[in-house]
C-alpha cells in the first residue's frame, strides 16, 4: 500500500497524469464530443460516473482474482465486469430517473469500452491503491477528463469564429490544440513533488 | 494445466453470473413504453426544430401521448399530418394561428450608412463582437446573412439591400433566427399582426437619419394620436399592444419616415403615404454630410 495523500492522488490523476492530454486515453470522445461546451460538460460527467464504477469493480474483482491465484486475468475479466456493470446501471438509471438517463443516455454506452476507463482500473491495481484511494484516483481522473473536454470545447468554440487557414480547418486543427494543450499540461510535471 | 483450468473457471464463473444478472435486470428494470409514441413520431416530420416548445419530435410525441399537447402545436406538418396524428390519438386537433418570424430593421443598405469598413469574417455574429459591427446604427441588421445560412427550410433570402426576407409561406417559426441574429432584431409573431414597427433604434430626434433614413426618431406621433392606447413609446420605440384593436392602418400614417409599416401578403411592407420616399438603388455614402 502506498502513502501517497489523497489529495496528491486527486491532482496527480487530473493535472499530472491527465488521462488525455498526458496519458492519451479516451482520444475518441475527446475528439469527438468536444464541439460544445454544454454537450464536452455532459460527457465529462458521464465519464467521471462511469470511472467511478470502474474504479469500485475493479477494485473488488481485483481482489477476488488474486483470492484465486489468477491476476493474469484482470485485463479480459475487467472488460467483461466494467461494459456489463455499466449496462446494469443504464437500465437502472432509465427505471428510476428518466430525466438523467436522457441527459447521460446517449453516452453512457459510448464510454463503456473506452480505453480511459480500462486504463483507469489497470492503473489502479498497479499502483496498488486501497478502496478510499481507488475512488479518488476516480475522480480525480475523472474531472481531468472532463477539464481537457471543457478547455477543447471551449477553445473549439471560439475557433469557430476565428478566421483560420483553409488548410488547417476541422480536425488538422483540432489536433494542432490537442497538440498544443498536451505540451502546456507537460508543466504540470513536479507539481507536488 | 491447473492455471488453465482456474483461468476458464473463473472466466466462465464471470461471465455466467453477469449474463444472469442483465437478463435478470432486464426482466425487472423493462420500462414499458407507450407503443403509440412510435407511431406518432413517426408521422411528425423529424426535423427536430423545437417550433412546438420541445426539444425534438420524439419529445413532442411522448407529450402528444400524454395529452400534454395538440397536434396543432406543429407548425412544419402539413394540415393533413396534424389533422391524421388529431385522428390516431382521438384528441382535438388545436389549431393555432400560423407564427412567422418577423425583422423589425429596414435599413438596407441603400438608406441605412455604415461607420466603419468590416473586413473580418462575414457571419453577423463575428462581426458584432467588433463594437457592434460597421453599421452607423448600433441596432441595427448587419446584413451578413446569419439567419439565412441558419434557417432549416430555406425560408429567408437576402435582399439586394442585405436585409433578410421572410418567406411567409415556408417559415415554420422554429424561432432559429431568433436566437442566431446578435441584434435580436427576429420575432415570431402571428400572421395577422400586421401592423409593425419596423426599427430597433433607440436613439432619438432628427440625428438618427444621419445613421439610417428610415429609423424611427421617436418624435412619438404614432403614440399620441393612437386611439385606446394602442401604441405607446417605450425607450425611444413604439410599442404595438396586439391585445388591442390592431387591425387599422391608420398608424403608418401618423409616421414621417416610414418606420410603422402594414405588412401585406402580395405588397409587402407598405408605409404611410405621407413618409419620405427614398428611390436610391445604389449604397448609401459613408460619412457624414
Known amino acids: ?193 | 494445466m491447473m492455471t488453465i483450468l482456474i483461468a476458464l473457471a473463473a472466466l466462465g464463473c464471470l461471465t455466467l453470473v453477469l449474463a444472469i444478472l442483465l437478463i435478470a435486470a432486464n426482466k425487472k428494470l423493462h420500462v414499458v413504453e407507450d407503443p403509440r409514441i412510435d407511431t406518432v413520431e413517426a408521422m411528425l416530420p423529424s426535423v427536430n426544430c423545437g417550433a412546438c416548445g420541445y426539444p425534438g419530435c420524439r419529445q413532442f410525441a411522448e407529450a402528444l401521448v400524454a395529452g400534454k399537447a395538440l397536434p396543432g402545436k406543429c407548425s412544419v406538418s402539413t394540415d393533413e399530418t396534424r389533422v391524421a396524428i388529431a385522428r390516431f390519438l382521438g384528441v382535438a386537433l388545436g389549431a393555432e394561428e400560423k407564427r412567422v418570424a418577423r425583422l423589425a430593421c429596414a435599413g438596407g443598405t441603400n438608406v441605412a450608412r455604415n461607420r466603419a469598413r468590416y473586413h473580418g469574417v462575414k457571419s453577423c455574429q463575428a462581426a458584432s463582437l467588433v463594437s457592434g459591427g460597421g453599421k452607423a446604427c448600433f441596432w441595427g441588421c448587419l446584413g451578413y446573412g446569419d439567419c439565412e445560412a441558419v434557417c432549416d427550410f430555406d425560408a429567408i433570402t437576402m435582399n439586394a439591400f442585405a436585409l433578410p426576407v421572410v418567406d411567409v409561406d415556408k417559415c415554420t417559426a422554429c424561432g432559429d433566427c431568433v436566437e442566431v441574429c446578435p441584434k435580436d432584431l427576429f420575432s415570431l409573431h402571428p400572421v395577422s399582426h400586421r401592423l409593425w414597427v419596423n426599427c430597433k433604434n433607440l436613439g432619438q430626434g432628427e440625428a438618427v437619419l444621419e445613421e439610417c433614413q428610415v429609423a424611427c426618431t421617436a418624435c412619438g406621433k404614432c403614440a399620441m394620436d393612437a386611439a385606446d392606447n394602442l401604441i405607446t413609446m417605450v425607450n425611444n420605440l413604439p410599442v404595438v399592444n396586439y391585445s388591442k384593436n390592431h387591425h387599422t392602418r391608420i398608424p403608418i400614417q401618423r409616421c414621417p419616415t416610414g418606420a410603422i409599416v402594414w405588412l401585406d401578403d402580395q405588397l409587402g411592407a407598405i408605409k404611410g403615404t405621407e413618409s419620405k420616399k427614398i428611390v436610391r438603388k445604389g449604397q448609401r455614402r459613408a460619412g457624414i454630410t
Open chain 1, 1 to 193: 500500500m502506498k502513502t501517497e495523500s489523497l489529495w496528491y492522488i486527486f491532482i496527480n490523476a487530473s493535472l499530472i497524469n491527465n488521462f488525455v492530454l498526458a496519458y492519451f486515453l479516451g482520444i475518441c470522445p475527446f475528439l469527438g464530443v468536444s464541439g460544445k461546451k454544454e454537450t464536452a460538460m455532459k460527457m465529462g460527467g458521464a465519464v467521471t460516473f462511469v470511472m467511478l464504477i470502474a474504479s469500485i469493480c475493479a477494485y473488488g474483482l481485483n481482489a477476488l482474482l488474486i483470492a484465486i491465484g489468477a491476476p493474469f486475468l484482470q485485463l479480459i475479466s475487467f472488460i467483461v465486469v466494467i461494459a456489463s456493470t455499466v449496462q446494469l446501471v443504464e437500465m437502472f438509471i432509465k427505471k428510476m430517473s428518466p430525466a438523467l438517463f436522457r441527459a447521460l443516455g446517449i453516452f453512457l454506452p459510448l464510454i463503456t469500452t473506452n480505453c480511459a476507463i480500462l486504463g483507469l482500473a489497470l492503473f489502479q491495481t498497479n499502483l496498488g491503491y486501497g478502496f478510499l484511494e481507488s475512488i479518488i484516483y476516480a475522480l480525480g481522473a475523472g474531472a481531468g477528463f472532463t477539464l481537457a473536454l471543457l478547455l477543447m470545447a471551449g477553445l473549439r468554440e471560439r475557433l469557430d469564429f476565428a478566421d483560420t487557414p483553409s488548410v488547417a480547418k476541422g480536425t488538422v486543427l483540432t489536433l494542432f490544440i490537442a497538440g498544443i494543450l498536451s505540451l502546456s499540461f507537460m508543466g504540470f510535471a513536479g507539481l507536488g513533488g
